[in-house]
């Protein structure tokens, strides 16, 4: 178990430019969770896939913003014409959907975003 | 509506003194409830859950968490605080048939020598 892994770790860009991250989530797991954390508030909800279809999305994930899960296994979340506001840290999470609720989701170290 | 309400958001503690962080819930159905941790520049890490078994949770690193009810709580808990425990933590909230996590905003724990 190598736990959740996410790619870049940072991500420096312009105002404008389009940017990418991916998300190889604990491999037996069928839910992945995108969150979105900035300066002193808790993660916010953005997206989850079970398997490889998309099936919630936050009023927080503009039209700018796609996420995609092709196979049911890494993810990747893209955001076009970047603006200053995205500057955030972008968490990864996965899970083993069980019957009910309360599973462990398990977090990614996330990918720091800067919009210069 | 779910929501998480932490007050607090520095909580200054004594090493080897109590750790107490307050959460507070609303939500029309009962809740699943976790706690995690987060170190500088790192991902959330899960210290304890509460999913409608026993009501006092035993976590990691020596926290545990009461569950109760009639107050819609679920405050944390250590008995003596270690340097290490300096970091953010952040209590949140989901229920049955939903498996997303709403967030408190967090408490910045610093433990003074």
């Known amino acids: 178990d190598t736990g959740v892994s996410q790619d870049p770790r940072h991500k420096i860009t312009k105002r404008g430019q389009n940017v990418t991250f991916r998300c190889d989530p604990i491999?037996?797991?069928?839910?992945l969770y995108w969150y979105r954390q900035t300066l002193g508030q808790g993660p916010e909800f953005l997206t989850y896939?079970?398997?490889?279809?998309?099936?919630?999305k936050s009023r927080l994930l503009s039209d700018r913003f796609s996420a995609e899960r092709p196979k049911g296994s890494f993810s990747t979340l893209e955001i076009q014409r970047t603006e200053q506001g995205d500057s955030a840290m972008y968490l990864c999470?996965?899970?083993?959907?069980?019957?009910?609720?309360?599973?462990?989701?398990?977090f990614g170290e996330g990918s720091w975003l800067t919009v210069v | 509506a779910q929501s998480v309400t932490q007050l607090g958001s520095h909580v200054s503690v004594s090493e080897g003194a109590l750790v107490l962080l307050r959460c507070n819930y609303s939500s029309s159905v009962p809740p699943y409830l976790f706690w995690y941790v987060q170190y500088p520049n790192q991902g959330l890490q899960l210290l304890l859950k509460?999913?409608?078994?026993?009501?006092l949770v035993k976590g990691i690193n020596g926290f545990e968490a009461e569950f109760k009810k009639s107050e819609t709580s679920f405050h944390l808990t250590k008995p003596s605080a270690h340097m290490s425990d300096a970091a953010e933590y952040f209590c949140?909230?989901?229920?049955?048939?939903?498996?997303?996590?709403?967030f408190g905003k967090g408490n910045q724990v610093v433990v003074i020598p």
């Open positions: 896939f079970q398997n490889e279809a998309q099936l919630e």
């Open positions: 509460y999913t409608s078994a026993a009501t």
């Open positions: 949140a909230v989901s229920f049955y048939g939903n498996n997303r996590l709403a």
């Open positions: 999470a996965s899970s083993l959907d069980m019957e009910g609720s309360g599973n462990t989701i398990y």
């Open positions: 491999s037996e797991h069928n839910r």
